[in-house]
């Protein structure tokens, strides 16, 4: 969107945000002019610790659904809305409560570690909660006799597995903007320039990542790229995140790594990958779900309750001094 199309706009939500007492909280795949209006721009771990502090009687989450969940489970008496409900996500649909319920009745000593990009009712079936940031930390600290069960993100358990050595069950099932990266391209990206450090996000394949100089969340990858001294970054995963590099690190450049289309064909190079649900969300859907406060999330009371422990274990691990 425009400058001088988002600007009224803008200025409206910020009113709005204040007569509501509202927090907005945006991932770092949003669009840039979604970013600019946010209180708040990150992660998931650290989306979950912003919905966990927050004051506000309004939660306006910039995310897709399952992250608005995760805020009304942290929230239950808040309000929270998302600008476009069906702003939905591969993983999340590829794990369906029932059927890893069915799978965790074949062994009672599973010990189930649900990414956070799942449903509420997947959340509700797990023992913790995960995020691309603090999975590894969280995997060494599960109890050493019990059966792992990783969910939903296979790519994701895999790299957490080479990094904790400890053996886990992977659920099948990846992110489709993440899965679009393949090793040839990455390749060719870094012939073309040979003095820049390659950043991966750990849902991409393991054929990217062992080509990565670093492999991290999201967050990481901000401070990744503001600390190391190369001036050039690519960077593999949805392309949402270089407005905000671009912002943290304004003598530097960003370069997306090329993915491929829909099809699974090459592209011709220049086409960056970037997530349908995410880029659901409008600036023009921020202000009107503000202005309605709805779509709202609503869950269950008894799915709240159940789901809030995982997170909340997730939350006091993540907060344990290293």
């Not at 988002?6 to 949003?30: S, T």
Request: proline residues 7%.
């Amino acid at each position: 969107m425009a400058a001088a199309e988002a600007a009224p706009l803008a200025e409206e939500i910020r009113a709005l945000k204040q007569k509501l007492n509202a927090v907005i909280l945006a991932h770092n795949y949003q669009r840039p002019e979604i970013q600019d209006v946010a209180d708040f721009v990150g992660d998931s771990l650290g989306l979950a610790q912003q919905a966990a502090a927050t004051p506000a009687d309004v939660i306006v989450f910039c995310g897709v659904h399952f992250m608005a969940e995760t805020a009304k489970i942290l929230n239950p008496d808040k309000i929270v809305v998302l600008p476009d409900l069906d702003a939905g996500c591969s993983l999340e649909a590829s794990c369906p409560a029932d059927q890893l319920a069915a799978l965790q009745a074949t062994n009672p000593n599973f010990w189930t570690i649900a990414y956070i990009n799942c449903s509420a009712a997947v959340k509700a079936l797990s023992d913790v909660i995960v995020t691309s940031g603090n999975a590894e930390r969280i995997v060494n600290a599960a109890p050493q006799d019990k059966d792992l069960l990783f969910v939903p993100d296979e790519n994701l358990g895999q790299w957490v597995m080479e990094k904790t050595g400890r053996p886990m069950q992977l659920w099948r099932g990846n992110c489709y903007a993440h899965v679009e990266f393949r090793r040839d391209h990455i390749l060719q990206v870094r012939a073309q320039f040979p003095g820049a450090k390659v950043v991966v996000h750990p849902e991409s394949l393991r054929e990217v990542r062992e080509l990565a100089d670093v492999v991290c969340s999201t967050e990481k990858m901000i401070t990744f790229c503001q600390r190391d001294p190369a001036r050039q970054f690519v960077i593999v995963t949805e392309s949402g995140i270089i407005h905000r590099l671009q912002k943290a690190c304004p003598d530097k450049e960003f370069l997306c790594a090329p993915a491929f289309d829909a099809m699974r064909l090459p592209t011709d190079g220049c086409r960056c990958s970037e997530c349908k649900f995410m880029k659901m969300n409008t600036l023009p859907k921020v202000l009107a779900c503000m202005r309605r406060l709805a779509p709202r999330i609503e869950l269950p009371a008894a799915i709240l309750q159940r789901a809030k422990l995982p997170i909340q274990r997730m939350l006091e691990i993540s907060a344990r001094p290293v």
